[in-house]
């Protein structure tokens, strides 16, 4: 007995060792990230149309300072009688280079930038309220075998679908605004000096800042997301 014993460990000893092969990660297309994405915006309606709103304010607050900006510079270069008139009752100052006008560009330009920096601090907010109310969820796909990226994926194009309906919307909002505005202040006659081509690349630098702004509040709410451990999450009560 001892003998078969030994045999049979010095046996087992030259076997070559067993190994386990681990399963790849799934790695989902980007069309089901898109998918998962607008379904998580369309179930959060009344979050998510909280987030848009702050957008909407913003980008329609930029908006609105660039056109008026515009309208007002082309009466400037106009040089008409009435025009000037008009502006001087206004108490906007028709020489361009006048310090009162400087002054009045620097004052726009901080309240701009204050009103973008509230907006990225609200959509960084409710993605992380979002990735909180969600830890299951993502638990539940880590472990099913998404990749980090996926999840990444899944909140860099939920705050971009937000971003990009906000920033729109404000873009339209801001310009009807400041149109409406200048019209009761100076008449269908600004109609001939305004710099369309101007308002229009405004426009579209606003629709740009707006997603960027979005995909940049999104950023480390999907990075915070990614890196939880699917036990972790799974073993989180919400």
Known sequence: MVTNFGEELMTQQQLPPIRKEIGTQVNLPLSKAVEISFNSVKIRFGRSL???????????????????????????VANDPKMNLKLQQKGIDIDPDSEANRQEESKNTWLVVLSLLVCLVGITNAMLMSVTERFREIGTMKCMGALDGFIIKLFLLESSFM??????????????????????????????YVAWGDILQHAVLAVVVGSCLSLMGGILPAYRAAKMEPVDAMALEV
Not at 171 to 190: D, E, I, R
Request: charged share 0%; aromatic share 8%; hydrophobic share 60%.
């Open 50 to 76: 909280i987030t848009v709103s702050g957008i909407i304010l913003a980008i329609a607050f930029l908006m609105s300072i660039w056109t008026s900006s515009t309208i007002v510079g082309g009466l400037k």
């Open 163 to 192: 971003g990009t309906a906000g920033t729109i919307i404000g873009a339209v909002v801001g310009f009807t605004l400041a149109l409406l505005l200048a019209l009761t202040s100076y008449g269908s006659g600004l109609f001939a």
